[in-house]
């Protein structure tokens, strides 16, 4: 039941679960961590995509920054994706492998 838990971790505001439900409070506090991280990536990339989007209605040069924007979108969706597939993955195995270049970060003390 851990791991439902901690793979529930990664899909946004539920990354608090693994604090209150976990049987184990080094691996509940390590996956709730990188829930965390992985939220306040999402919320940045989001707020990234929508000053895209302000800037888009630029006359002229609108078009460009429009187009920039779109592929930040997917690029940012596509990282947004494999970090919650790496963590889903990471935590149904029991495995607590931080996630790539944002993974060493630690907000939930260890």
């Given at each position: 039941m851990s791991t439902v838990i901690n793979a529930l971790s990664y899909t946004g505001i539920l990354?608090?679960?693994?604090?209150?439900?976990?049987d184990n409070q080094q691996e509940g506090?390590?996956?709730?961590?990188?829930?965390?991280?992985?939220?306040?990536?999402?919320?940045?990339?989001?707020?990234?995509?929508?000053?895209?989007?302000?800037?888009?209605?630029?006359?002229?040069?609108?078009?460009l920054i429009g187009i920039v924007g779109t592929i930040f979108g997917i690029v940012a969706w596509a990282v947004q994706v494999a970090i919650l597939i790496f963590g889903i993955v990471n935590?149904?195995?029991?495995?607590?492998?931080?996630?790539?270049?944002?993974?060493?970060?630690?907000?939930i003390n260890k």
């Open positions: 990354f608090f679960l693994p604090l209150i439900a976990n506090k390590f996956h709730a961590n990188q829930g965390l991280i992985t939220l306040i990536l999402a919320v940045i990339l989001h707020v990234i995509g929508r000053v895209f989007g302000v800037f888009a209605g630029i006359p002229l040069l609108g078009v935590s149904i195995n029991g495995r607590m492998n931080p996630i790539p270049v944002i993974g060493k970060i630690n907000l």
